[in-house]
Structure formats: structure tokens, C-alpha cells
């Protein structure tokens, strides 16, 4: 898996992240302080959405995509210190076989 986290992302980013969710997602990218990404196999991302959503108080949205290589990338958003915890949980959860789905 890979793990990004984009700080005060801006509007262009926001924008180019708000056109790639995919249909459904219900969620709003406007204001949110951070967005972390992780990007990996289905499996993982469900896990992973899971995980981060049970942790503390972020929204998880599916981002299309399109790679022959079948990976997958979430969003995570809210404020900085909800959005980092989140991706610790989930590198320290999924990492070391801690969960299973």
C-alpha cells in the first residue's frame, strides 16, 4: 500500500479529487483541512476504509481510477490531526496482520 497525506490541500486539488469520486459518494471535499490517500489492492481498501472510519471522525470516499494493475485509491478527509490518526491505524492495523475483514 501507499500512504499520502495532502495538508490544506488546494482548490485545484480539491477540484481534480471532487470530479474523480466516484458516483454516489456523498461526500463534500469543500473545506476539509487534509486528505489522506491510500492507494492499494480492493481488498486492502476496504479493510482500510473500515479501519479509518471506526478510528475517528473521517469520511472515506472511493476514487475512480483506472490501472491495469486493479489498485484501488480512498480518500480520507477531515480535519489534519482526524485524517492523520486515521492513516497510523490503518499502517499500524493492516501493516502488522492485525485485521482481518
Known amino acids: 500500500m501507499e500512504f499520502r497525506i495532502i ?3 488546494s482548490t485545484g ?29 480492493m481488498i486492502e481498501m476496504i479493510c482500510a476504509a473500515d479501519i479509518a472510519e471506526k478510528a475517528v471522525g473521517v469520511t472515506v ?18 480535519d489534519t490531526s482526524s485524517v492523520e490518526s486515521a492513516m497510523e491505524e490503518i499502517k499500524y492495523r493492516m501493516e502488522g496482520g492485525e485485521y482481518s475483514c
Open 7 to 9: 495538508k490544506a490541500p
Open 61 to 78: 470516499v472511493d476514487v475512480r481510477g483506472s490501472c491495469p494493475q486493479n489498485m484501488i485509491l480512498i480518500a480520507i478527509m477531515g
Open 13 to 41: 486539488t480539491v477540484d481534480i479529487l471532487a470530479r474523480r469520486m466516484a458516483a454516489g459518494a456523498g461526500a463534500n471535499p469543500t473545506g476539509v483541512d487534509a486528505i489522506g490517500l491510500v492507494q492499494g489492492k
